[in-house]
């Protein structure tokens, strides 16, 4: 069984909506510390692109995590496979995700670097992703809210290569 890709968000699209979301989180820390801490691997691209959409330096940091079962189901264990290496103390912290599915992630990542003891601790995801969620995650900036769908392109992926791709798709079946 094959899949068709559409294309649900142009590279026009997508610039746009980050320019805005850079905007929105430039007025909302103004003369602060802000340190951005990005999931891999899907991250990488928006969050290349973030940074450059807001009107002051910051400070980035990445995580790597795993969780069992993801797939279809999940079991909800995430853990850890690479952490942050600068310290969060009574900082300004925001968590960059290119994709909110369940929320088990950004739960279980969210209470982890709490117990960093920021001095605030906010998520900005690229696309809110309703269809199979189990865990609510306040997200404080969202790029795109979507239904559902299998989505592909932008740093997201279904076997890697998709990553590279300009434009977010959403892959069906024939
Ligand atoms: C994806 C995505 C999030 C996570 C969201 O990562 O980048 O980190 O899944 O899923 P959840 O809300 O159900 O927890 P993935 O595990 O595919 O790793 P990758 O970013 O390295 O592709």
Redesign the pocket.
């Known amino acids: 069984m094959g899949a068709q890709k559409r294309c649900l968000f142009s590279r026009d699209e997508i610039a746009r909506r980050v320019a805005e979301l850079g905007e929105g989180i430039g007025r909302d820390y103004p003369g602060r510390d802000l340190v951005l801490v990005g999931?891999?691997?899907?991250?990488f691209i928006f969050m290349a692109d973030l940074v450059r959409a807001l009107p002051f330096p910051v400070e980035v940091d990445f995580v790597?995590?795993?969780?069992y079962g993801?797939g279809t189901t999940?079991s909800g264990e995430?853990h850890i496979t690479k952490d942050v290496e600068m310290s969060l103390r009574d900082r300004d912290v925001l968590i960059v995700?290119?994709?909110?599915?369940?929320?088990?992630?950004?739960a279980f990542l969210k209470q982890h670097l709490a117990s960093h003891q920021p001095r605030s601790l906010k998520i900005c995801c690229l696309i809110d992703k309703q269809e199979?969620r189990e865990v609510e995650v306040p997200l404080d900036y969202i790029g795109f809210p979507v239904e559902q769908g299998f989505l592909v392109g932008y740093g997201?992926?279904c076997g890697e290569g998709e990553r590279t791709w300009p434009e977010i798709f959403v892959l069906e079946r024939d």
């Open positions: 999931v891999l691997k899907g991250v790597r995590l795993c969780s993801a999940t995430v995700e290119d994709i909110v599915d369940t929320g088990l992630t950004l199979r997201l992926d």
